[in-house]
Nanobody, 123 residues
């Protein structure tokens, strides 16, 4: 069973930075699209960022564009999300996911999900 494990969440003040990491248990996932989603209490899951298998293409949600950066290291089977200039509205559980390289902004394109990591941004 393939697993994705997120780490790096925590509490940070507005304007601060956090770096999330997602580790895959199998290198086979290096062939797949990797993405980050987030879900705040009472809200739907929201697309944050995605990166294609080679890292050649990246995609961002409008609310994080210019502040967040997604990257991957296929040699280590990891994906990172660097989050800068954090805002209170970025508070959510952040999920790493793996999926097919189509409709990258839709959660239904992703078949494997991590357990999530909490990010809390205080004002």
């Amino acid at each position: 069973q393939v697993e994705l494990v997120e780490s790096g969440g925590g509490l940070v003040q507005a304007g601060g930075s956090l770096r999330l990491s997602c580790a895959a248990s199998r290198r086979a996932l290096n062939n797949y699209l990797m993405g980050w989603f987030r879900q705040a209490p009472g809200k739907e899951r929201e697309f944050v960022a995605a990166i294609t298998n080679t890292g050649g293409n990246v995609y961002y949600g409008d609310s994080v564009k210019g502040r967040f950066t997604i990257s991957r290291d296929n040699a280590k089977s990891t994906v990172a999300l660097q989050m800068n200039s954090l805002k209170p509205e970025d508070t959510a559980v952040y999920y790493c996911a793996s999926g097919s390289q189509s409709f990258v902004r839709l959660s239904t394109s992703y078949g494997i999900w991590g357990q999530g990591t909490q990010v809390t941004v205080s004002s």
